[in-house]
């Protein structure tokens, strides 16, 4: 089957420390999806790779910790306009409040804490909606 015929997947964690929501500042770069925005933590699974072990080790690359706990919440299909092709988005949540004063941010320009209803205004559009979503 060819590689456009199957969706590209993503596993994204919604991350709370201290009641407070985890985003990433990505990085302001060329050829990335939304640069410079806030998102969530996460990325693109390896070929083969289990949505839960991607999104671990995610977080492991991009924030240096381990927290355990991991919940699965839903996963959402949609076309990507930026990779031209379908896309798989695995949602998972974990509380971080007890590793999250050892993070260091390793990838985007930063992370920051906020209160569901004081989100930033350039939130990456699916974000903002699961973000919406799990404070539902």
Request: negative net charge; glycine residues 8%.
């Given at each position: ?102 993070h260091t941010v390793q ?30």
């Amino acid at each position: 089957m060819h590689d456009a015929d199957n969706p590209k997947e993503f596993a994204h964690a919604i991350i709370r420390v201290n009641g407070l929501y985890v985003l990433q500042l990505r990085d302001d770069i060329p050829g990335i999806a939304y640069p410079g925005q806030w998102s969530l933590f996460g990325g693109a699974l390896d070929p083969q790779e289990e949505p839960e072990a991607g999104v671990r080790r995610e977080i492991t690359e991009e924030l240096d910790i381990r927290p355990a706990g991991w919940r699965f919440l839903w996963r959402v299909d949609q076309y990507s306009e930026f990779w031209q092709r379908e896309a798989r988005h695995w949602f998972f949540e974990v509380d971080a409040t007890l590793e999250w004063p050892s993070h260091t941010v390793q990838e985007g320009q930063g992370a920051g804490l906020f209160r569901s209803d004081e989100l930033p205004g350039d939130l990456v559009p699916l974000a903002r909606v699961a973000i919406e979503r799990h404070a539902r």
